[in-house]
């Protein structure tokens, strides 16, 4: 029965694509008399019709186009690559959704294999890798122009948006003379900065606040979020927030949350743009910090220091930050880390207010994030043997952050309509 299916699969295929390029063949409209304007300004002449191969869904299309040349600028155009969506690319826009889809999600030697296996295509990993990262580009540009708002009903009465980084391997060229965590102080990776936002307006059997389904949205690339007081503008993963935040109408919810880990960029940042929003430094953050001061106080494996952890664990949860401070400074002047846990939790106090965060029923951690981390930027970007220039890695992960977060056909839809109206 596969035989039969693929074999019967294959020559429909040929049979319409043989019938597709028959037809657009065969229509000369797209000639416009012997000269028409070129986008320079100028005049182009009328040179002859052009034969070239592109890669449909339907197998290979050898399509005939009228072809313009423009003496002043020396530049060549066929009208209709425009209004087929096929200029600059010798693949049909829908083999370049299909290579969007892979490439996000799999390295470009797999998406190459899974576009033979499933479409039949043979369109190659070079190519994949090209195309994926030229889409990216495009999409990265489209989030920066396009900031669709939601409808008010479509905004929920609580909403969160989370900020975290993780380190991508990259090119050499990519990290030179830049500071990092190697032995001889270089660096091997450059920080992803990810923005998430999503509600949790679900209760799980303990009443606790669970993430909504379809809720969660990302936007992410390796960008400063460095600003100095005299900038007139904003960082540049700081407007990006403002554009996750805007796009998902974070700051017209009834009340907005801002999460994050003790990254003072990530409260300055919060505080600039969000003024109003609720700071909540992540609980699991600060349980790892004070479980790591235990060990440094009591050694590795010891159940007197996981015994000390345990306990201020409890304080923790109770809002209890006098007794976490004052069981910190009994140790600070012998153990450097318990010395600045100390400043940590001073600096942090309002953001641990966890009983009354609790009581208002509003997350008090970042695993949404934290697992942000990880789907959107570490499964497709941090796997064995891959190391990025910086104009892919961004490329890439722009394109999986649209798709993750739903926003694949609306930005297909623009495409286009765009190509349409050119």
Known sequence: MEAIETAARRQALRLAAALLE??????????AGPHRPCPCGQSARFAGRRTKTFTSVLGPLRLERAYYHCRHCARGYCPRDDALGLVGSSLSPGVLRMVGLVGAMVSFEEGDSLLHGLAGLDVGSKQVERSAK?????????????????????IAPTMYLGVDGTG????????????GKQPDGSAKTREVKLCVVWSAERRDSEGKPLRDDGSVSYSAAIESAASADSDFSASEF????????????????????????GA??????????????????????????????????????SEL????????????????????????????S???????????????????????????????????VESGCNVA???????????????GADAIIALRCNQLSGRFEDFWERRAQAALAA
């Open 377 to 391: 930027i570490g499964h497709r970007l941090k796997r064995s043997a891959m190391h990025w220039g910086l104009r």
């Open 22 to 31: 028959r037809h657009i063949n065969a229509d000369h409209s797209d000639y």
């Open 238 to 261: 700081a407007q990006r927030m403002l554009r996750e935040a805007k796009r998902r109408g974070f700051g017209q919810a009834k009340r907005h949350c801002i999460l994050g880990d």
């Open 168 to 179: 991508i391997p990259m090119r050499a060229e990519a990290v030179e003379g830049r500071a």
């Open 134 to 154: 030229e889409l990216g580009e495009a999409i990265d540009r489209d989030e920066r122009e396009h900031i669709d708002l939601p409808a008010r009903e479509q």
């Open 264 to 301: 003072g960029w990530i409260w300055k940042t919060a505080t600039d743009l969000f003024p109003d929003a609720i700071q909540i430094l992540d609980r699991y953050h600060v349980k790892q910090t004070l479980s790591g001061v235990a060990r440094e106080i009591w050694g590795p494996n």
């Open 334 to 368: 012998a153990c450097d880390p318990a010395r600045r846990c100390v400043g940590y939790m001073e600096r942090n106090r309002e953001r641990m207010r966890y009983p009354e965060f609790e009581a208002q029923g509003l997350c008090t951690s970042t695993g949404v």
């Open 305 to 332: 220091g996981q015994q000390w952890a345990d306990e201020r664990h409890t304080e923790l949860d109770a809002g209890n930050i006098d007794a976490i401070v004052h069981a910190l400074t009994v140790h600070a």
